[in-house]
């Protein structure tokens, strides 16, 4: 089977597959192309209301297929940032499941997800200093984000690979998780999102990667929304809210 992005959705989580496993599931340009629309089509999807990325069979993402980089590096690039953008941009939650390798555009992928998982024995690295590439600023920004401007320094100055531990230390994962135990974990933790707020979960991740002009906009939405009474009606009562605001699928 050609490599490809699998997708499916499971109660009300969508999981896509980095499928390439003859070469440790590296992204060929297809399938960086292939990102940007699958996900739309997924942000779309009302029974969506979290995402899940990772790689078929023991290793998450080696990064970009080599190979593809034999033509023009800079559109190969180019592909690879715009896929960036559009997990980073994916309106509801999303988390990396990462085991294995999570290098190059691997990294650059878990690193757009909000949150990142990963099992015990996984390596990350940042690369491009390996082939002479100049790492995109928009890459760089996010990464110093969730490590530090001296973390990612060491990452990219050397593109030496870390342990998941060193990662977890550094902020580059969220959750180290014993061998066979990741997948259980994720779907755990999973379904506690999808039982949440879409409404608080929205304006969070709009705060926290760093939009400063919507706070009206969110106040305007709480007020109309009816979660804060649900969810303070179900506390009292103690049941489990049934929170009705949800993405919009369109605008």
């Known amino acids: 089977m050609e490599p490809q992005l699998e997708h499916r959705v499971t109660d009300s989580v969508a999981t896509v597959v980095i499928r390439h496993p003859e070469k440790r599931n590296a992204m060929t340009a297809a399938m960086w192309?292939?990102?940007?629309?699958?996900?739309?089509?997924?942000a779309g999807d009302p029974e969506v209301r979290a995402l899940v990325l990772t790689g078929e069979g023991p290793t998450f993402c080696a990064g970009a297929d080599i190979s593809t980089l034999r033509g023009s590096p800079e559109e190969a690039q180019g592909l690879a940032v715009r896929a960036e953008e559009a997990l980073a941009a994916f309106p509801k939650p999303t988390l990396a499941a990462i085991r294995g390798h999570c290098v190059g555009g691997g990294a650059q992928l878990a690193a757009a997800c909000d949150l990142r998982f990963a099992?015990?024995?996984?390596?990350?690295?940042?690369?491009?200093?390996?082939?002479g590439i100049v790492y995109p600023a928009s890459s760089t920004r996010r990464l110093v984000s969730l490590v530090g401007p001296a973390t990612a320094k060491y990452l990219l100055f050397s593109g030496e690979l870390i342990d998941a531990q060193r990662a977890l230390r550094t902020g580059l994962v969220d959750e180290v998780l014993p061998e066979g135990e990741l997948g259980k974990r994720v779907t755990e933790f999973t379904r506690v999102l999808v039982s949440r707020s879409q409404l608080t979960q929205a304006a969070a991740k709009e705060f926290a990667d760093g939009r400063t002009d919507r706070d009206a906009h969110w106040a305007g939405q709480a007020r109309g929304s009816g979660d804060t009474a649900e969810g303070v009606a179900a506390f009292l009562e103690r049941r489990q809210p049934r929170f009705g605001w949800s993405v919009p699928t369109s605008g």
């Open 119 to 131: 099992e015990e024995g996984t390596l990350f690295g940042v690369t491009p200093a390996k082939l």
């Open 33 to 42: 192309r292939s990102l940007p629309p699958l996900l739309a089509e997924l």
